[in-house]
Structure formats: structure tokens, C-alpha cells
């Protein structure tokens, strides 16, 4: 039996799970609409807490003044990587001159980015008061204090990557480790409302066929989060495309993608096998009502990613779904890693019937 420590603090927990997964689709709102260089300064906006409005807000050589201060903070960067062996990268920060490229002011894209930064500061604030509200139920299970503080070590990491992000013009690599991290701070959110589940399950003595749904449960998130790391590049190389081809030359884009977009099609299909026939598996093993509705939800949430992925390759990437994409993505992961921390919660179960599993509530 895991520890209870309280319904306000598994609340707490939910509510801040979901915040995360809302910031997420604002990211992927953000780079739909190519509003990621909306605010070329970080944590402030073009010098201020409140960004403008308009241009005439801004110094005539606002572009010059904005890449000085990004290239300076890179020079930084790049004498720090070189200690650690980034040969490449430091090359590519001191002599790429693509990374002090300024975008011109567009209001709607500053905006966007702003209330997405928005967004990150309430997160990680609400990080914040999870190590608080942890550190008050430390007596039911010392872990809770443990993932949140390394949690919120987590979410600081995460901004300082962001800042790097936008002084670096949104260099390829970057999102997708900033991605990377996004899931595993939500991993680590989930892990710590698991803790608080009070869930009461005994196991057969026939635990070879647990331990099999588990491993492969294991191999599936695995093969699963490859497939985001995929996405990610392929997003990276629509951004690359798009502002080479310009938006009246949708229809090109995936072309202009390459072995990349392929790959991560048919890599889509293994995804959705393995997928489904881990749940089949698991189907047997979760007796209890509301996983087996999880399972259903996981089976329908992943039918429709790969609905939305169909359309965006044959409807030249519609903005509205790439957004609707990376959440339903978001959700795959989160119940994928739920589920498979039930399964080890029955691997970890006393066999006490001979029965597979047996509710005991």
C-alpha cells in the first residue's frame, strides 16, 4: 500500500500535471505560428516585464541592439561548452551568422510568446509549492520531498534552456532536448501523484507473465519517446523549410523535409503494433475499472495521433494540428508511464492467490 498523504495534495498534483501539459500544447502553439523569436531577450521581452504593442515602442536599430546582446550571451555560452568538448557547437555559436538573424516585430508573435512564458512562470510556481506542500507530508513517504525538489532543480534547468534557446535564434537540437526535459518533468509529476494512490492489489504466483507486460511495457515507452525525439527533428526541419519556402509553398514543405519525415511516418506504425498489443497484454493484468478505462483512452488518444499525422502528410501541415499533434503525444507518454508504473506496482505484490490478479477492494 503506498502512502496517503492527503486529497488536497493528489489535487494539487493533478492540477499541476495538467498546467504542464497545457504549457506544452502553448509550445507547440508557438512554434506553429513561428512566434518562438517573438521575444528575442529572455526572461524580459524586448527590455520590459510587459512587452510592446507596437513598433514605435521600439529603438530604430531595435534589430542590431537585440542580436549584440544574443551573440554576446552566446560568446559566453560557447566558452563554457568548450571546456566540455562541444567543438562543433561552439563553432557553429561564434561563426554561424544564421543565429544573430533578428526577425522583424510582429505584435501577435511577441504576445504569443510572452503568455507562453507566462504559462512557464506559473508552472513554476506551482513546482514550487509542490515542494512545500511535500515537504509537509514528508512523515507518509520521504519521497514526495525527494521529487520535488529534483523536480524543481528540473523546471530551473529547463528555463535556462529556454533562454539558451531564444539567445541561439532556435537552434536545431535545442527544442528537442527542451522537449526532452518537458517529459520528464511531467514523468516525474506523475511518478510523485502515483505515490499518492492508495490502491489495493494482490498477484498470482504466476509472475513470469507480469514481469513479461512490464518489460515490454518498458520497450514501449522507449520506442515511443524515440518516436518524439523524431517528431521533434521533423518539426525542426518545417521550421527550416517553412522560412526557406515561405507559407504559400506548403505543399512543398514535407518534400523538402526529407529522410527525416519518412522515417518518422513508418516508424509510426511500429508505434501503433506495439502499442496495441501491449495493451491487449495489459488488459489481462489491470482488472480494475478505471486502468482498463485508461487502457481505452490510451488506445483512442493513439488512434487519433496517428489520424492527426495522416492528415498533416497529405494536407500539406495544417498549423491548427501540429499544435493538437505534440498534446495528443503528451498524453500517449503520461498514460503510457502511468500504466506501466501500475504494472510494477503488481510486480511488486505478494502472490497471495492463484488467480492472475484479483481486486481486493
Known sequence: MMADPGGFYKKFLLFTIGAVCLLILVGGIVRSTGSGMGCPDW???????????????????????????????NLRLANYLEYLGFDELVNKLRKDPTILVEESFNPTKTWIEYLNRLLGVLVGFLITLNVY??????????KFLTLSISNLLLVGFQGWVGSIVVSTNLLGGLITFHMILALLILAVLIYNFWLTENTKTVVA?????????????????????????????VREGVDS???QLGD???SDWIEGIGLSFYIHRSYSIVILISHLYVCFLA??????SRLVRMIYLLVFVLLLEVLSGVIMAYFS????LQPIHLILATLIFSIDFYLLLEIKRILNSEAVTPQLIQDVE
Open 248 to 250: 504559400l509553398r506548403r
Open 283 to 288: 488488459s489481462g493484468i489491470l482488472r480494475e
Open 43 to 73: 526572461p524580459r521581452c524586448f527590455g520590459n516585464w510587459v512587452p510592446p504593442t507596437d513598433i514605435s515602442d521600439l529603438p530604430a536599430d531595435y534589430k542590431d541592439v537585440y542580436a549584440q546582446k544574443r551573440h554576446q550571451k
Open 241 to 243: 523549410i517553412a522560412s
Open 133 to 142: 506542500f511535500s515537504f509537509q507530508h514528508r512523515s507518509s513517504d520521504t
Open 205 to 233: 504466483e504466476n509472475r513470469a507473465y507480469v514481469k513479461k507486460v512490464f518489460v515490454l511495457m518498458v520497450i514501449s515507452i522507449t520506442l515511443f519517446t524515440i518516436q518524439v525525439v523524431f517528431g521533434t527533428q
Open 317 to 320: 501541415i495544417p498549423p491548427a
